[in-house]
C-alpha cells in the first residue's frame, strides 16, 4: 500500500470569555490524491469537507446545538484544497532533500459507544492515535468476511505532540458469538494492526438474598421475643 504524506496547515486561535478559554483550530492539508479541510473546537470536530461525497459534514451528536457554517461552506473548502495543492509542489521541490520523520500509531483500541443489548443496533468504534503523517487506512471484518459497508472515518486530526489520531465507526447489531476486528494500515508499519471485538451478552445481575435473610430473621428475632414474653407473663402469674 503506497499512501502519501499530507501537506498541512494549521490554524489555532484561542477564544476567551468570562470564564472558559476556547481553543479554535482550522485544518488544511493535502496530497496527490486526497485533501483534508476541518474545523473544531476543544478537540473535537465541528465541520470537515467530504471531498468524495461532494458535501460538508457536522459530525457532532444530535442532541448537540450544531454551529453553522453557511452556505459556500464547502464550495470555499474546495478552493482552499485547490491552494493546498499548489503550494504543495512548490514545497515537494524545496524540500525534497530534507529526510522525513514517519511514527507509526501508538495506540489502537476497539470498543463500543454504548452498553451492548444483542439485537440492538450500536456503534462500534476503533480509535488510533499517536501516528504520523496522515493518514491512517482502517478496515473492518465480521467473523472474518471483510466488510464493504455500513462504516466511516473522520479525518486526521492534531494532537498536542505533532501527531495525529482518527477515528473510525462501524454501525452493527450485536449477536452472541460474532467477532468483530478492526485493521489499521500505516506507512510506518511494517505489518498491520489488528484489533479483535467479540460479542457477549452482559450477565444478568443474580437476585440479591440479602432482604430475604433480615426478613427471615426479623421473622424469627420477633416469634422469640414473643415466646419470651409469654414466659415470663406465665411466670409472674404463679409468683402471684
Known sequence: MKMKELLLFLSCVLCVSANFLHEDIHIVGCSES??????????????????????GVSPQPSFVDPISFGDGAYETAVINLYICKTNMQVSQEGMKDYPLNHDAPSGVMIYTRNEVELRVTNTLICHVTGFYPGP????????GQKLTEGFSINVPYPNKDGTFKQIARLQFIPQQGDIYSCTVEHLALKEPLT????VEAPEKPKPS????????LGVIIGLLSAAG????????????
Open 229 to 240: 414474653g409469654t414466659f415470663f407473663i406465665l411466670k409472674a402469674n404463679k409468683c402471684t
Open 209 to 216: 438474598v440479602g432482604p430475604a435473610v433480615f426478613c427471615g
Open 195 to 198: 484489533k479483535i471485538y467479540n
Open 136 to 143: 491512517v487506512k482502517v478496515s473492518w471484518t465480521k467473523n
Open 34 to 55: 486526497n485533501g483534508e479541510v476541518m474545523f473544531g473546537l476543544d478537540g473535537e470536530e465541528l465541520w470537515y469537507a467530504d471531498f468524495e461525497n461532494k458535501i
